[in-house]
C-alpha cells in the first residue's frame, strides 16, 4: 500500500508544489481546498496516472470538525495518514503600532491555528500506529525575530515552539516533527505585493517541497524536533 499524507494548503501555491513532489515520491495525498481557483489549478496539474492518488475535499481547515471529517474520509478512501504538512499560511506586514488586533488575531489563526487544528487532528491517530511524519512551516525571517511585521513573526515564531514542544511530546514514538523555514518565496502573489523585487533572489516553492519531501520519507525517522532552513 502506498503512503498517504494530508496537506492542509495543498491547494495554494506552495501547497501544490508539495502535493505534486509527494506524489511523484508514490504517496496518495488528501488535500482540503476553500478556493475555487485555487482547486482547479491544482485538480490540472496533477498527472493523469497520479489523480486516482488524490483526494481533493473541500473543508475548513481551522474548523476542527470539518478536518476530523477530512481524516475520517481520508482513512476510508486512501488509508491512514503516515505524514501530514501543514502549508496554509498568509502574511501581513506591519510593526506593533500600526498591527490592529484584527491584522494580529487573523495571522494567528491562518499560521498558527491552523496547525494547531490540523496536528490535533492526525497526530493522535500516528501515535496509536506507532509511526508518522509531521511537516510544518516556518519562515526563515522569524529566526531571529525581524522588524516590521509582528503579526506573522510572532505567528510563525509559535510554528517553530509548536513543533519543537510537539518533537518531544513524540519522541520515541514512531512519530517526527520538523519545520521547513523557507525564505521569500516564488509565488504569484509575492510577485504581486513585490513587483519591483528581484525575483531571481527568491527560493522556488519545489526547492521548499524537496526539502518536505525529504523529511516525509521513511529514512528521515531519524530526525525530529529539527528546523530545517531553505
Known amino acids: 500500500m502506498p503512503r498517504t499524507a494530508i496537506v492542509s494548503g495543498g491547494s495554494g501555491a506552495l501547497g501544490q508544489a508539495i502535493t505534486l513532489r509527494l506524489l511523484a515520491d508514490g504517496l496518495t495525498v488528501a488535500v482540503p481546498w476553500i478556493v475555487d481557483t485555487e482547486r482547479e489549478r491544482l485538480e490540472c496539474r496533477v498527472p493523469a496516472d497520479a489523480r486516482s492518488r488524490v483526494l481533493i475535499e473541500r473543508c475548513d481547515v481551522l474548523d476542527p470538525s470539518a478536518l476530523a471529517t477530512l481524516v475520517a474520509r481520508t482513512e476510508e478512501k486512501l488509508g491512514p495518514p ?3 504538512v501543514t502549508a496554509v499560511g498568509g502574511f501581513a506586514g506591519g510593526p506593533l503600532v500600526e498591527t490592529d488586533l484584527t491584522t ?3 495571522q494567528i489563526r ?3 491555528t491552523s496547525a494547531f487544528v490540523a496536528t490535533r487532528a492526525v497526530v493522535p491517530g500516528m501515535l496509536s500506529r506507532g509511526h508518522g511524519r509531521v511537516i510544518t512551516i516556518a519562515s526563515r525571517a522569524v529566526v531571529p525575530p525581524a522588524a516590521g511585521f509582528i503579526a506573522y513573526t510572532v505567528s510563525k515564531a509559535g510554528v517553530i515552539a509548536l513543533t519543537q514542544a510537539l518533537a518531544e511530546e513524540t519522541r520515541g514514538r514512531g512519530v517526527t516533527v520538523n519545520t ?3 525564505s521569500t518565496m516564488d509565488t504569484p502573489a509575492n510577485r504581486a505585493a513585490m513587483p519591483d523585487a528581484d525575483f ?3 527560493t522556488p516553492v519545489d526547492r ?3 526539502a518536505i519531501a525529504f523529511l516525509a520519507r521513511p529514512e528521515a525517522g531519524a530526525v525530529t524536533g529539527s528546523l530545517v532552513s531553505v
Do not use: C, F, I
Request: no cysteine; hydrophobic share 60%; proline share 6%.
Open 110 to 112: 491562518v499560521n498558527l
Open 180 to 182: 521547513v523555514l523557507p
Open 104 to 106: 494580529w488575531e487573523m
Open 200 to 202: 531571481s533572489k527568491w
Open 208 to 210: 521548499v517541497a524537496e
Open 82 to 84: 503516515d505524514v501530514l
